[in-house]
T-cell receptor, first 114, second 111 residues
């Protein structure tokens, strides 16, 4: 089955700096890679996603890049703000099985220091 | 706005009790999921359902069962609660797309 590794597990940055979180996956059949943000006391919420037919996607201050050859994808947050503080999860969706067996990363706790 | 509602935010139960965690979605989604969230382990799939009365085991089904009698409701059952089932439980639903909608979670403590 798919194995997703996420690094780092914790990340502290100064407000205004950039933050990068990286995930690697094992199954070359995976073709959809979302990122979820979980704020304290809430469930994870989708913030950005990328499919295997593109290499980069941006949405304002967040971006995701995908390297299919190396089997890794990264979340980039620029000009970080205190409200970006949360736990971030990556995920990999394998083709087939109706996309039911998604594998999540172990999460990164991001702290933005004002 | 689409919504997944978990009936309890916090629960404290005794070892050996039968525990029911309820989840309701208002999006007419076919697929519903129960995850367990533990520090350092991320989200682990317990069970999922792709239709009414249908269920499939996830990665860690031992000690759990589920029920889906109606499309909007997916229940997780701990047959005999144990202390190692103390955790955060997240319910999610998904329609024909790939985006998951999660509930706010139920933090269960078994004493």
């Amino acid at each position: 089955g798919e194995n997703v590794e996420q690094h780092p597990s914790t990340l502290s940055v100064q407000e205004g700096d950039s933050a990068v979180i990286k995930c690697t996956y094992s199954d070359s059949a995976s073709n959809y890679f979302p990122w979820y943000k979980q704020e304290l006391g809430k469930g994870p919420q989708l913030i950005i996603d990328i499919r295997s037919n593109v290499g980069e996607k941006k949405d304002q201050r967040i971006a995701v890049t995908l390297n299919k050859t190396a089997k890794h994808f990264s979340l980039h947050i620029t000009e970080t703000q205190p409200e970006d503080s949360a736990v971030y999860f990556c995920a990999a969706f394998p083709r087939g099985e109706g996309y039911q067996k998604v594998t999540f990363g172990t999460g990164t706790k991001l702290q933005v220091i004002p | 706005d689409v919504k997944v509602t978990q009936s309890s935010r916090y629960l404290v139960k005794r070892t050996g009790e039968k525990v029911f965690l309820e989840c309701v979605q208002d999006m007419d989604h076919e697929n519903m999921f129960w995850y367990r969230q533990d520090p350092g382990l991320g989200l682990r799939l317990i069970y999922f359902s792709y239709d009414v009365k249908m269920k499939e085991k996830g990665d860690i089904p031992e000690g759990y069962s589920v029920s889906r009698e109606k499309k909007e409701r997916f229940s997780l059952i701990l047959e005999s609660a144990s202390t190692n089932q103390t955790s955060m439980y997240l319910c999610a639903s998904r329609g024909t797309g790939l985006s998951y909608t999660f509930g706010s979670g139920t933090r269960l403590t078994v004493v």
